[in-house]
Nanobody
Framework: QVQLVESGGGLVQAGGSLRVSCAAS????????MGWYRQAAGKERELVAR???????EYVNSVKGRFTISLDNAKNTAYLQMNSLEPEDTAVYYC?????????????????WGQGTQVTVSS
């Protein structure tokens, strides 16, 4: 069984920085991709950033140049460094992991979500 544990987040003033991390543990053969989504109050969940196990990244336009996603394959942990935060970045941030998991001695491609962590940026 796989678990995703998120940490980081919190309250910061506009212009400040935060880092959130997401650690995957369990019967993981390989991390195919990990990413961060966010959902602000009254809005739909949106992709913020995603990284593949080869290091290829993608970002939503609104965070390009401010946020950086990275992946430590040895630790199965993804990090999202958020700089120059804006009040519009306020949301619950959810980790997403696309993994190759071992179950019953067989590999399965599965997707998992973290529990979410609140990021609040004050003006």
């Amino acid at each position: 069984q796989v678990q995703l544990v998120e940490s980081g987040g919190g309250l910061v003033q506009a212009g400040g920085s935060l880092r959130v991390s997401c650690a995957a543990s369990g019967s993981i053969a390989r991390v195919n991709a990990m990413g961060w989504y966010r959902q602000a109050a009254g809005k739909e969940r949106e992709l913020v950033a995603r990284i593949g196990n080869g290091g290829k990244t993608e970002y939503v336009n609104s965070v390009k140049g401010r946020f950086t996603i990275s992946l430590d394959n040895a630790k199965n942990t993804a990090y999202l460094q958020m700089n120059s935060l804006e009040p519009e970045d306020t949301a619950v941030y959810y980790c997403n992991a696309q993994l190759l998991e071992i179950a019953d001695a067989r590999p399965y491609a599965r997707e998992y979500w973290g529990q979410g962590t609140q990021v609040t940026v004050s003006s």
